[in-house]
């Protein structure tokens, strides 16, 4: 019996090139291709596999012999995978612009504290504010007193309506991001289905994109003292 420990969810651990080990799904997906170099495939073209289940198994029947032996595995599955998506714009929405006012506040810094000297701490409603520290030379250093040039920039709301074409790309760039991430790297995109629909309030995008990509992972493998099961002999066999 081989135990195939999983990785815990976040972790990367790195195998040696000589470390027993199995080739696991790293997805639910659709076999499209196999190419194993080393290892004991248990999986064949069109097979449909879930996530953590065997694709590759790190051990084989030793030549001449009814003994097996774990080797570490090798090889690249490629899976159809599907990833649905729903995605929302909404087709009005408030922004803060500038209205190209400024006002400024003078602050002396001691020991961190601020102390207004000259201006209002807020004098807009909206406003972005920065500031500039100015120190003195020797009385900075030794007193740990500075001044402060607070500037408010002036911001007012805006209701800013969205045109469909925007929305639509808005939320198609973001699907593509969120794809990016999930995938693979040498991941290719197959087919795209994209359904737009809207309401009084909000833009839509119910999509499903059909992907090939590389959903196979390495796991270490364990011995124990127990004989090799039936069906894992089937397996090998097989």
């Known amino acids: 019996l081989i135990i195939f420990v999983k990785e815990k969810e976040n972790e990367n651990i790195e195998l040696k090139n000589n470390e027993p080990s199995s080739i696991v799904s790293t997805k639910n997906a659709i076999v499209n291709k196999i190419i194993t170099k080393n290892g004991q495939t248990v999986v064949r073209e069109g097979d449909v596999v879930y996530e953590g289940q065997t694709l590759v198994m790190g051990i084989v029947k030793k030549r001449n012999s009814e003994e097996f ?9 490629y899976g159809k995978t599907y990833y649905k998506f729903e995605l929302k714009e909404e087709k009005a929405r ?5 209205t190209n006012k400024n006002k400024k506040s003078y602050f002396i810094k001691i020991n961190d504290k601020n102390l207004k000297i000259i201006g209002d701490t807020k004098p807009f409603e909206n406003y972005n504010y920065r500031e500039e520290e100015i120190r003195i030379p020797i009385i900075s250093r030794f007193t740990n007193i500075s001044f402060l040039i607070g500037k408010y920039y002036e911001e007012k709301q805006e209701i ?5 074409i ?42 499903q994109i059909e992907v090939i990509e ?4 390495k796991v270490r493998i364990y011995p124990t003292d127990e004989k090799i099961s039936d069906e894992n002999k089937e397996n090998i066999n097989d």
């Open 94 to 98: 408030n922004v803060l612009i500038s």
């Open 214 to 217: 590389d959903i196979g992972k």
């Open 69 to 77: 032996m774990m080797v570490p595995s090798d090889g690249t599955i």
């Open 160 to 164: 800013i309506n969205i045109d469909e």
């Open 166 to 207: 925007t929305a639509q790309n808005k939320m198609k760039i973001k699907l593509y991001d969120d794809l990016i991430k999930m995938c693979s790297n040498d991941s290719k995109i197959l087919n795209t289905s994209f359904d737009f629909q809207d309401d009084e309030k909000n833009y839509y995008l119910n999509a």
